[in-house]
Structures are given as structure tokens and as C-alpha cells.
């Protein structure tokens, strides 16, 4: 007669372990200490074997019944079910292994010999952003096409479409990385990849080109309520006309020529040197140290970068995360702050690059120096096409007079009615 739940809670220790049976080949074990679990006798391949189901009384006699039939299921289709369950098991350690953010970690960790230190932090501050808060936790195996979906359309929404493409390309690298060490079969995120909004055919990032309306835009977002330290590397970004990135990785090392003892001191050989692993190049230029970039600075930038030592010079970034003084700032807070302050689609950070190349070679045009068009391409790190890698290398030292006349000339157009830069540390700038 099959067992009875009442039977099983009844069951008591003997001097000897004993069964207690139900029907094929299901019975209880109770041992001479009180505990009690679950077995199935079978045979296999010719040989007696048995199938430990689980404890009771976690384990109820109808859960017991169902895994049992399951077992009795995979007799038929000619698989063991100790080996079944031993894989099982397997498989559920290695998920909790194994998660999305493991193996991302473990694929970022094996590129940083072949990517710039820049790009590195870049690529993990992207995914931790993004993708480890909401997918992070869940094995790779689980993590289906609906799931990848999920966690790029809040990255759309929020207007970064090209992120979003970024971030699909990532995943999928990380899908690949889990398919090779045999951990999954599949890559969810190349399923994705046509549901996702195109990416726009515009090739110009928003960008102001009226002087006025650049000034007021600083007047704007200074006064606006935003970190000190986003506000400084705001208008560092705009005196510069360097990319953002490059803003958000400067180290203090990277400085010249500046009397850090004294804000007023001689800073007329005030420059700063990017290393050319910081620079956009081919991956094999980042590796020569020619390529580095030279950017005169005028006395506003020197003041910038004066009042922020006082915020961050004890980190050896510039302008680090507002929470973590090791990291660079957010790629967004810049962008982010000018939204607020009224410019979404009318002037994004990369935008200045734009406003200083259009009017200052106006200004070459009007003034009748053609020859100023190339220092203006130099001062934007911008090798003509053609160009040898060796000719590259010398331009971008080349002209520095001028190109410190320049920025010396756009620095004073910019900043005509701005305030102090220690002004914008001030409780009620914020």
C-alpha cells in the first residue's frame, strides 16, 4: 500500500536505519538520528542504483510522488537521473558564478591590454551605469532578448540612442566571451539589434555658433544648480574645445607651466599635454608619444584649473565623480546640466568644438588669414587627410605661438562678461 503523509510525520528512530516504502520504488529513509529524506531505488545500465530526492519534512510526499515520476521519465529516455541531478546542481553553481556582471568583469579585464586606459573606464562606467544595476545579478544564461531589451530602451528614452547601440555591442561581446568558456549557447543581445531606434544620419552634434547666445548659454548653466566641479569642467571644456572625454580623464600630470603656490603667478607658458592614448586615434597611434597633443592655455583656463585644485587636488583627477574621487566625472553630467539649463538640442558638450572652429575661422576670414585655418584645425587635434604619421606628429607641435594668440582671443571673446571661476564654488551658485 502507498505511503500516507500521516505515516511519514509519524515516522520515528530505531536502533537501525529503516525504509518506509510508497510505490515504484519511492520509500522514505529514516535514519537512527531523526532525520528523514527521500529515495529512489532503480536500476541503470544493469545495476542497482539510488536516487536521493530531498529531506523530509521540506520535501512533501507529493513533491516527493512528482520527482520521482520525473526521475522514472528520464529512465525511459534513457538518462540517469543521479547524473541528472548531479548536472543540475552543477549547473546551478556555476549560474550563481557565472552572472552577467562575472563574465562582463572577467571580459573587460581581458581587453585592457589592447584598449587605452581611457576607453577602459569608458566601457566599465558604461555597464555599470546601465546594465549591472538591473541585469546584473542574473545568471547569463537567463538573460534572454525581452530582458537585453529591457535595460536599453530607459537609455533610448532618455535620448542617448548611439549609448544604447553601444551598450547592445557590448552585451554581445560579453555574450560571446560566456559562449566560448561553454557557459551559454547563445547571444541574446544580436537577436536585438534591428528593435533598437537607428541611430541618426546626422553627423552634427547640437552646437551654438552666435557668441552672444554662447555667452549667455555659460551665464545659464553657471548659475544654474549643479556641482561646482561639473561647472568648472564646463567651462574648461569650452575654453579648450577639447573632446568631453578628454575632460574627464585630465589628470593634475598632464599640466605645465602653472605656479600651483600662486593663482596670479606667470602662466603665459601655461599648457597641457594629453598623452596620445587620451587622444581619438587608430589603436597603434595611441602607443606613440608623438601623437600627443599640446593645448596653449590662456589665464582663464589656468584659473579653471586653479579653483578646482581647490575642490579635487587631492585626487589625481581633475574633475572626478562627485562620489568617487577616483573616477572620472559621469560622460553625462556636462550634458545633463545643459538640459537643464534650457539647451537640450540646441548645444551639447562636443558642441564647442563646433562654436570654436566656425567662428574663430570667421574671424580668420574676416581678418583676411587664411593660414589660421589649419592652426584652428591643429588646436582641434586634427590631422589633414593624407597625411603621414611622422608630418602628423610635427604639426601638432607646430604654430605654437599662434595657436596660443588664438586661444587667447577666444578665451577673451567667451568669457567677456563671465564672473570669476572661485565664483562658481560659492553656496549660492549651487
Same mark, same amino acid.
Given at each position: ?214 555667452? &549667455? ?41 602653472? &605656479? ?171
Amino acid at each position: 500500500m502507498a505511503l500516507t503523509d500521516r505515516e511519514a510525520r509519524q515516522a520515528k528512530p530505531k536502533d537501525k536505519d529503516y525504509k518506509l516504502a510508497d510505490s515504484r520504488g519511492l520509500h522514505l529513509f529514516v535514519r537512527t538520528t531523526g532525520t528523514r529524506s527521500w529515495r529512489m531505488k532503480y536500476r541503470f545500465g544493469g545495476k542497482e542504483k539510488v536516487l536521493t530526492i530531498g529531506p523530509y519534512p521540506e520535501v512533501g510526499l507529493a513533491n516527493a510522488r512528482e520527482q520521482c515520476e520525473e526521475a522514472r521519465r528520464q529512465l525511459r529516455e534513457n538518462v540517469d537521473p543521479s547524473v541528472a541531478k548531479k548536472k543540475a546542481r552543477a549547473a546551478a553553481i556555476a549560474n550563481t558564478e557565472n552572472t552577467f556582471e562575472q563574465v562582463a568583469r572577467r571580459w573587460h579585464a581581458y581587453q585592457l591590454d589592447h584598449w587605452s586606459k581611457a576607453h577602459a573606464e569608458t566601457v566599465i562606467e558604461s555597464m555599470e551605469r546601465d546594465l549591472f544595476g538591473p541585469i546584473g545579478n542574473i545568471p547569463v544564461t537567463e538573460v534572454d532578448p525581452p530582458l537585453v531589451l529591457s535595460v536599453l530602451r530607459p537609455v533610448e528614452r532618455r535620448g542617448a540612442v548611439e549609448t544604447a547601440h553601444r551598450l547592445r555591442q557590448r552585451m554581445s561581446a560579453v555574450f560571446v566571451r560566456a559562449i566560448s568558456e561553454g557557459i551559454c549557447r547563445d547571444d541574446p543581445a544580436a537577436t536585438v539589434a534591428g528593435a533598437l531606434k537607428p541611430i541618426s544620419k546626422k553627423s552634427k552634434q547640437p552646437a551654438i555658433m552666435d557668441l552672444p547666445e554662447l555667452r &549667455d548659454l555659460l551665464r545659464k548653466v553657471e548659475g544654474s544648480k549643479a556641482e561646482p566641479i561639473t561647472k568648472l569642467a564646463s567651462r574648461m571644456i569650452a575654453l579648450t574645445a577639447v573632446r568631453p572625454a578628454v575632460i574627464r580623464g585630465a589628470v593634475w600630470s598632464e599640466f605645465e607651466g602653472i &605656479d600651483w603656490l600662486d593663482p596670479e603667478g606667470d602662466a603665459s607658458l601655461a599648457q597641457w599635454r594629453i598623452p596620445a592614448d587620451r587622444m581619438k586615434l587608430e589603436r597603434d597611434q595611441k602607443f606613440d608619444k608623438r601623437n600627443e597633443h599640446i593645448v596653449p592655455l590662456p589665464f582663464q583656463a589656468v584659473a579653471v584649473l586653479h579653483t578646482a585644485r581647490r575642490l579635487t587636488g587631492r585626487s589625481p583627477l581633475v574633475f572626478p565623480s562627485v562620489r568617487h574621487a577616483l573616477k572620472p566625472m559621469s560622460e553625462n553630467a556636462i550634458g545633463y546640466m545643459y538640459n537643464r539649463a534650457g539647451y537640450h538640442g540646441r548645444h551639447v558638450p562636443h558642441g564647442w568644438r563646433a562654436s570654436f572652429s566656425t567662428i574663430m575661422n570667421e574671424r580668420a576670414e574676416r581678418a583676411q588669414r587664411p593660414s589660421d585655418r589649419a592652426v584652428i584645425d591643429l588646436m582641434l587635434a586634427h590631422i589633414p587627410a593624407g597625411t603621414s604619421g611622422s608630418e602628423g606628429a610635427y604639426n601638432r607641435a607646430a604654430y605654437m605661438a599662434r595657436r596660443r594668440e588664438l586661444a587667447v582671443e577666444w578665451a577673451d571673446l567667451l568669457l567677456s562678461e563671465a564672473s570669476e571661476p572661485n565664483q562658481l564654488i560659492n553656496a549660492d551658485a549651487r
